[in-house]
């Protein structure tokens, strides 16, 4: 009798990534239009940090989309 073959368990999940980074993604845009519709001095803070989290161009994206809802 053949014995199955053993498959190593992967220790992470890399399509787990892509729900957590969307999850990240949509925290971030609602502090960020939270912040500019009150008009919350932290927006300032939170525009840069979208650069500086996502990169230049993603960044701007982002902050841009969630600052004209």
Do not use: C, N
């Amino acid at each position: 009798m053949a014995k199955p073959a053993l498959h190593p368990v992967p220790e992470h999940d890399p399509g787990d990534e892509t729900g957590q980074r969307r999850l990240f993604i949509a925290v971030y845009m609602g502090f960020y239009i939270l912040a500019t519709s009150l008009s919350l001095p932290e927006a300032a803070v939170l525009t840069l940090a979208g650069g500086a989290l996502f990169g230049l161009w993603v960044g701007t994206l982002f902050v841009s989309f969630a600052g004209r809802t």
